[in-house]
């Protein structure tokens, strides 16, 4: 009985152990991926914007997900002419679903950032495409399309204009 | 909510219904066995992350026990002058000599608008009909009520009241003393599990 309970026990922590390196594996993956996303952003900014007229702040928050738990990732928030943009990661393990590019069924995600005033939502899901992520922009109204220079310059104006 | 037993039967659903959904946020929400649920098809949900769920219900569950406290000392502090209001009109109608009227008139006013602790609360020790422990514990709930519903601020040692459990308890041992019927209300407002 004593060594079925020790067996037990090990077996637990063994399988603690492999959830939870199983779920910072997911999170460094899906922070990296975030990281890239702004880091495009803010190039496309710099070659609208080079005097900054924009103001860029990034800053971690704390994300609570199944399976992956508590976790900080960053956020930027876009500042001009009075008016805030946030742009936000949402979850990694997200619900929402989208055609992923050349595949006609909907499928959940690998990920979602929302760009929204609070009052407005814009949906960017992710997908992973041979080791590279695939971005598509969602306005809820239409469907999702590739994220590019031309989508992001578009959602911006029509926050800031 | 008119009876103390309602205001703890909606605390107990609201804060067991909040779990409820933080649980439902923070474990399964996104599990991939729910992937072609219904539900998903519902606008109120087809967009809603865990993390959202787990981040409101978080933001509804950290004030929630003060908010009890504060709902139940209401509920109770109405039904207390209600109670004694009823006492006192029909005597005060028998009153013929102006002076005793007008002291009368004060009284009632006294248990409906004024101060629950000097025109409530010390009336009813000095009058034996509550012990004078049950009424400083009542008090005690009151003036964490005050200190909850004003901000948190300046909070000294004789607002430890605990958990809404205790207020729950010290008020309703104070309805009982007044004869006031906890268990009919009970029956009434039982909320349903």
């Known amino acids: ?161 | 909510m008119k009876t103390l037993a309602g205001a703890w039967n909606w605390y107990e659903a609201t804060k067991r219904n909040l779990r409820r959904m933080w649980r439902l946020g923070s474990k399964y929400w996104a599990h991939p066995s729910l992937k072609d649920a219904s539900i998903w098809q519902d606008d109120q949900f087809r967009m809603l992350e865990a993390s959202d769920i787990v981040a409101e219900t978080t933001a509804s569950l950290d004030p929630i026990d003060d908010l009890a406290v504060i709902v139940l000392f209401s509920v109770f502090e109405s039904q207390v002058r209600d109670h004694l209001a009823l006492r006192l009109k029909p005597e005060k109608d028998t009153l013929k000599d102006p002076i005793l009227t007008e002291a009368a008139a004060d009284a009632l006013r006294g248990v409906e608008e004024g101060s629950f602790y000097r025109r409530v609360l010390c009336p009813l020790q000095a009058q034996g009909l509550v012990p004078p422990d049950l009424v400083e514990q009542v008090n005690q709930v009151r003036k964490y009520r005050n200190w909850a519903a004003h901000g948190r601020r300046e909070r000294d040692a004789e607002m430890s009241i605990g958990t809404p459990d205790v207020a729950y308890k010290r008020l309703k041992d104070f309805l009982a003393k007044l004869g006031i019927a906890i268990e009919v209300e009970e029956r009434e407002s039982g909320g349903a599990e």
């Open chain 1, 1 to 161: 009985m004593t060594t079925t309970f020790r067996e037990f026990l090990r077996e637990q922590v063994e399988k603690h152990q492999a959830e939870g390196q199983s779920a910072k594996a997911t999170v460094d993956e899906w922070r990296s991926a975030v990281e890239r996303l702004f880091a495009q952003l803010r190039e496309w900014l710099r070659e609208d914007d080079p005097t900054g007229v924009i103001e860029i702040e990034e800053e971690q928050k704390d994300v609570t997900e199944p399976s992956l738990g508590r976790y900080r990732i960053p956020r930027l928030s876009l500042r001009a002419f009075g008016k805030w943009i946030g742009i936000i990661p949402k979850a990694r393990k997200t619900v929402a679903t989208a055609s992923p590019p050349q595949k006609s069924a909907p499928q959940r995600a690998d990920g979602r950032v929302d760009i929204t005033d609070e009052l407005r939502r814009y949906v960017l899901y992710r997908f992973r495409d041979d080791g590279r992520d695939v971005w598509l922009i969602d306005d809820l109204k239409s469907e999702a399309k590739p994220l590019d220079k031309d989508a992001f310059e578009r959602v911006l104006m029509s926050y800031l204009r």
